[in-house]
């Protein structure tokens, strides 16, 4: 005998489906329309972005024009005050070979007294690195000093000195001799006047 049983029961059978077309067409329309709604909200936050870029990229080339423009002008600047000081010391240098030349001008001595001015002229006029191995005074009151120096430069500053003490104020030199011994590091020179002052 044979018996059939049915384990079908209607009961325990669920109604519907699961996931019906409809059900599934609503969501998939809400999550295009969130992917759509974050993809635009991306979207927006690039834009806004790029347009922050490109406002820092303009201010970043402006003030990179201003820092070559202050870089001209500090260097315009340095080169003014670099070229102003070398015109300062050159003047100066000038000045000072003008007044040595201007010792040697032969178109003036006149009498003056004594050789007491003179060597306390000398003294008053003295120059470091500078010496004296002979002084002489004429009659005629021409003075000549023979001397060594540690360097040629520092003769025109003895000759200089000179002119500033009021012994010497008025005479002219007329032969300035400067000679350099092979070997040595000091200068010989001879100096001379014209007559009184």
Request: aromatic share 8%; no cysteine.
């Amino acid at each position: 005998m044979r018996q059939q049983i049915n384990l079908f029961q209607p009961q325990r059978q669920r109604h519907g489906v699961w996931l019906s077309a409809h059900s599934l067409a609503w969501g998939s329309g809400l999550l295009v329309l969130g992917l759509a709604l974050a993809s635009s909200l991306f979207w927006w936050g690039e834009q806004r972005e790029l347009r922050e870029l490109a406002g820092m990229r303009v201010e970043h080339a402006d003030r990179s024009g201003e820092a070559v423009a202050l870089q001209r002008q500090l260097e315009e600047r340095r080169a003014d005050s670099a070229v102003q000081i070398e015109l300062d010391r050159l003047e100066a240098e000038l000045a000072a070979k003008r007044r040595f030349l201007h010792s040697f001008d032969p178109l003036e001595g006149a009498q003056g007294q004594g050789f007491a001015d003179v060597l306390s002229g000398l003294a008053q006029g003295r120059v470091e690195g500078v010496w004296l191995r002979e002084i002489r005074i004429t009659r005629r009151g021409e003075l000549r000093f023979e001397g060594s120096a540690t360097d040629p430069a520092l003769v025109p500053r003895f000759v200089d000195a000179l002119g500033q003490q009021s012994a010497f104020q008025g005479r002219d030199f007329r032969h300035l001799r400067i000679e350099r011994m092979e070997n040595a590091r000091q200068v010989d020179f001879s100096l001379q006047t014209r007559g009184e002052r």
